[in-house]
DNA sequence: GACATCATGTAAGCGGTTACATGATTTC
DNA sequence: GAAATCATGTAACCGCTTACATGATGTC
């Protein structure tokens, strides 16, 4: 018996089928289709590269290498070191390259639904201007930070040459770009969200309590 | 003892303490802050909505409203309808009130970590640009779409009247403002994609493989 | 000796998705 | 009578986080 109901939730692209755990099984493809890596590298890669659109912990990295390794998607081998613990560095098969390049070009819905601090914000009516403000500017703060990471990972490559770039850095470059214009955006948007609390600000008597209700 | 190792994690920014069931529960407190709803209008919302930067279905919300009211942050009462089945009416508590205005100031880091497509982009340079550029004419046309709804939202609402908007509708645009930053952004970054995917093609043989090794 | 990096995990639990279930009413 | 909306859930599972564990080597 086919379920009737709720259209409406089919008809706004909701963050269905985003994972599967696809994303993060690809995510390692994708990066050990550049070059042979640990597990270590990967999850330091993670937390720490700009342009990297995905996270992953070591406890989840570990499990899910391993995981690929046994489905043959890559293989692994022991380097000996002197002065730091032996690694077991992967690299991927033409089975795993396969399977990358199937995801690659799946289909993608735009992500971004859910946003703690814009959920905040939309309380921001009932909520003293001038504390919203405060928080606002330390959010700024923290935007302008990433953008100087991006535009940092972006110097010494100028546009015009960008066909030019090895396979590896013309997608990371991209990426770093899309990181670019979205704090860009973010920046501006706290502009004008400073402007908008300040006029409430000023609307409002400076002496009014900190929890409005609603009217 | 102290655990020490892996300063990097801490160092950027990385999602975490980002739930704890914190969020949906405090996006269910906002909305129910400003008017009395049911399950499946809040259900509703979460999947139509633009503006609010969360979602969550039926399957999660009804338990949650369930937890909340036991805890004493919301109230509830049952409206008998004809022509339709009854529904449960939730209202805020004073104390939900008092969790949702702690809540609404208290940190919270930039989201946007994850993304399915941006994780895909970073292997551009290893797929055939054409093809690429396909992708990326689909996924812009969901931006547009996106951007539209957002235009909308914010559509009879001149900005310099903004101080005077009631609460909700006040925050309510602003997230708005925030939707339309991001859409214009992310489709001026798909201009330069494929400008810069042009520029790939040119350079690269017609003729050649789908799936390029790295170099 | 305290702390940091390098390197690799296990176990429990939470937030969220997928699949499934129920039933009344309205519209074509 | 088929399909859609309105309305509210339960059960299983997955992805991820939190907490914890281990141990070698290098640095102040």
Redesign the interface.
């Known amino acids: 018996m086919i379920r009737p109901g709720?259209a409406?939730?089919v008809?706004?692209?909701?963050?269905r089928g985003?994972n599967r755990r696809v994303?993060l099984r690809?995510?390692l493809l994708?990066q050990l289709?550049?070059?042979e890596l640990s597990g270590y590298e990967l999850t330091?890669r993670f937390?720490?590269f700009p342009?990297?659109?995905?996270?992953a912990?070591?406890q989840q990295v570990y499990p899910e290498l391993a995981r690929l390794e046994e489905q043959g998607l890559l293989t692994s081998r022991v380097v000996e070191q002197q002065s730091r613990p032996d690694k077991r560095l992967y690299s991927i098969t033409d089975t795993g390259?396969k399977r990358?390049?199937d995801?690659?070009?799946s289909?993608?819905?735009?992500?971004?639904?859910?946003?703690?601090?814009?959920?905040?914000?939309?309380?921001?009516?009932?909520?003293d201007p001038a504390?919203?403000r405060r928080?606002l500017a330390?959010?700024r703060t923290?935007?302008e930070l990433?953008l100087a990471r991006f535009e940092d990972a972006a110097r010494e490559h100028a546009?015009a040459e960008?066909?030019?770039?090895?396979?590896?850095?013309?997608?990371?470059q991209?990426?770093v770009?899309?990181g670019i214009?979205?704090e860009?955006?973010?920046l501006?948007?706290c502009e004008?969200?400073d402007e908008?609390l300040r006029?409430?600000e000023?609307?409002t008597p400076p002496g009014a309590s900190?929890?409005?209700?609603?009217?």
Chains 1, 2 share one sequence.
């Open positions: 709720a409406f939730m008809a706004n692209g909701i963050g985003q994303s690809c995510a994708a289709n550049v070059e330091r937390a720490g342009g990297l659109f995905w996270q912990r070591s390259r990358l390049g995801w690659i070009l289909d993608s819905p735009p992500s971004f639904a859910k946003d703690d601090f814009l959920m905040k914000v939309w309380s921001y009516g009932v909520v504390s919203a928080q330390v959010h923290l935007h990433r546009p960008v066909s030019h770039l090895d396979p590896r850095e013309f997608g990371e991209l990426t770009q899309a214009h979205l860009r955006s973010l501006a948007w004008t969200a908008w006029a409430r000023d609307a900190p929890e409005e209700r609603s009217a």
